[in-house]
């Protein structure tokens, strides 16, 4: 498989070219974590993650960092506002963002690094750019003097001369700058209502670092001084990334990233996602309205990711269906592999179609709407040949699990659906238990009101009771489990 992918610096699809075969340094842009990220940031990282599955899933080795900016105005703002410390606030925030990583089932990442964590290598940084005459001082903030740097803004497709002459900045406008063009490294100053917050010693004075410095200094220190894939939303093309870009390349002369990637934005009911319109919704209000971690990680996946994705509740029902579709099947084709074979062969070259299918369109930049109408080609055919076959099942059922455990390696919506089903039979079961041992108590004081009323409830929910000499059993749509209780 040769793995091509836009690249956001050159707008063109390349072929991914790691500079060491066999292993790809990718940095992501993590979350600010002054508040519960919402699901519009993750459809970036799930994005992420599906990129990170396909190169494992293709032999590579990933190593792949993605910070935790624990530090920011935002992170300080809240600290002040709500008289605690920066780790007090952040702490709970981290916690919070990696249960619903864990929810949606994305894999760990190699690094996780905080910022305040990496404060003297960012010092380091802003020393090997002033070392190269590329930054200032003023009242006591280092700035990064973007005049000195020829090719500022090529990523974001910006004429620098342009951006002087229309005032265009870059979000530190607070700040004393010579330039209007010009971010922030240092921030320092008189902050005095920081001071018990975030302020570290510098050769410059107290203060803290830029937002831009953070990602540089933790990517370089971990991956080294050029990554193989830098991601991360559209938003932060610019002026993050293209910060990123010139304050690492300032200080090392050697190119940051060979690859950059970008996601497109997540929109709600076709609207921008904005907390004034109650559309920021987080994973755990949207689990708590009942829809399945699976179904949420499979909508905001089936869209490439260079596209918008729009969230709606119409989509999300659409998408259960689809998980359930996929679901169903690979539980027929499981139930299948015990049973003797037919002498026809259909599914077996209906997955080998499939298959190639579902790995060019992988292949052509994460094409994941072909991917995924392969793999549902062979969904129809399999369910059409178990129909046909029973009861002895066709063959190459092996040959079409094996494709769905290649979707699953991919996509991972199979296992969290796994998991779903294993947690609804356990609640049900605590449940059925409790009843059954109220039904038992209704009869041995000759409630049989009760008791007939307890057998049809569980009836209802499809739950079947038999009474034994032995104690209580019940099955739901197969075998029957004894209870413990009379």
Known sequence: MSLRLYNSLTRSIEPLEPLEAGVVRMYTCGPTVYDRAHIGNFRTFL??????RVLRWQGIEVVQVMNLTDVDDRTIAAALERGLTLQEVTAPVIQQFF??????????????PRATEHIDGMIALIEALEARGLTYLSDGSVYFAIERLGDYGRLAGLDPESMHSTGQATGDEEYDKNDPRDFVLWKGGLRAEEGDVAVWDSPWGPGRPGWHLECSAMAMALLGETLDIHTGGVDNLFPHH????????????????????????????????????????????????????????????SGHYRAQLNFTFAGLEAAERSVRRLYECRERLRAATGLATSGRDHLGSAASEARAGFEAALEDDLNVSEALAAVFGLVREGN????????????GVDDALGVLDDFERVFGVLGLRDREEREQVADLSIEVEQLIAERVRARAS?????????????????????????????KLGGTPSTTSTE
């Open 384 to 395: 059409h040949c178990l129909d046909r076959a029973s009861p002895a099942a066709p063959g």
């Open 446 to 474: 000759r409630d049989f009101a009760r008791a007939d009323e307890i057998r049809d409830r569980l009836l209802s929910r499809g739950v079947v009771l038999e009474d034994t000499p032995g104690g209580t059993r019940w």
């Open 242 to 301: 293209t910060n990123e870009i010139a304050q690492s390349e300032g200080a090392t002369g050697v190119p940051f990233a060979r690859h950059w990637m970008h996601a497109a934005h997540l929109l709600v009911e076709g609207r921008k996602m904005s907390k004034s319109l109650g559309n920021c919704f987080t994973v755990p209000e949207l689990v708590e309205r009942g829809h399945a971690p699976s179904t949420l990680r499979y909508l905001m996946l």
């Open 99 to 112: 249960d619903d990583w864990r929810t949606l089932g994305l894999e760990p990442v190699e690094h996780n």
């Open 47 to 52: 994005w992420e993650d599906l990129l990170r």
